[in-house]
T-cell receptor, first 113, second 115 residues
Framework: GAGVSQSPSNKVTEKGKDVELRCDPISGHTALYWYRQSLGQGLEFLIYFQGNSAPDKSGLPSDRFSAERTGGSVSTLTIQRTQQEDSAVYLCASSLFGPYGYTFGSGTRLTVV | QQQVKQSPQSLIVQKGGISIINCAYENTAFDYFPWYQQFPGKGPALLIA?????SEKKEGRFTISFNKSAKQFSLHIMDSQPGDSATYFCAASMVGGSGTYKYIFGTGTRLKVLA
């Protein structure tokens, strides 16, 4: 696609429920990143996928968070048993290679009530 | 040591003025320093970036100044316009686990340019 596409754009969920957030990267981009942006905060790295290599999960805040990337393209971030502190904007980015010029999607705003 | 400190938190500038946002880092392993611009409801968009082997980079009205010895870098927006009103993030890139090119972001500066 022309840009990084994320869905849904907004998600309201009840505390304790599971949610899935989807990211479609730019076609041909081998690197895919998830970041979290909390109100008034910077962007916090969550997880990185590069081609068929093992993902770097070092930024995932707890074992309630997981992500997968199927076929080297679409990625899904899953948050189990959501808590109120999970409320944030979840941003996906992709790049052709390396750190140069990430392209971000518009994000999914998650609200846990 | 992984932090990137950004200031000010917010900035109000008159149209035509110069906007200056500063960032500082600790880890000398950082080797790529991008600036991102974010409008409400949108994802951040790459504005300009610099490598540590140069002291300045200019693209149109936007200039990055880089001071390697002080471990500081700044964004200058010349002739600021109301359309520049947005949140600006500095970042630093380092190679992490599994060769991750992850960014460490500053906390952002909310810029408002008055018409």
């Amino acid at each position: 696609g022309a840009g990084v596409s994320q869905s849904p754009s907004n998600k309201v969920t009840e505390k304790g429920k599971d949610v899935e957030l989807r990211c479609d990267p730019i076609s041909g981009h081998t690197a895919l990143y998830w970041y979290r942006q909390s109100l008034g905060q910077g962007l916090e790295f969550l997880i990185y996928f590069q081609g068929n290599s093992a993902p770097d999960k070092s930024g995932l805040p707890s074992d309630r968070f997981s992500a997968e990337r199927t076929g080297g393209s679409v990625s899904t971030l899953t948050i189990q048993r959501t808590q109120q502190e999970d409320s944030a904007v979840y941003l996906c980015a992709s790049s052709l290679f390396g750190p140069y010029g990430y392209t971000f999607g518009s994000g999914t705003r998650l609200t846990v009530v | 040591q992984q932090q990137v400190k950004q200031s000010p938190q917010s900035l109000i500038v008159q149209k035509g003025g110069i906007s200056i946002i500063n960032c500082a880092y600790e880890n000398t392993a950082f080797d790529y320093f991008p600036w991102y611009q974010q409008f409400p409801g949108k994802g951040p968009a790459l504005l300009i970036a610099i490598r540590p082997d140069v002291s300045e980079k200019k693209e149109g009205r936007f200039t990055i100044s880089f001071n390697k010895s002080a471990k500081q870098f700044s964004l200058h927006i010349m002739d600021s316009q109301p359309g520049d009103s947005a949140t600006y993030f500095c970042a630093a890139s380092m190679v992490g686990g599994s060769g991750t090119y992850k960014y460490i972001f500053g906390t952002g500066t909310r810029l408002k340019v008055l018409a």
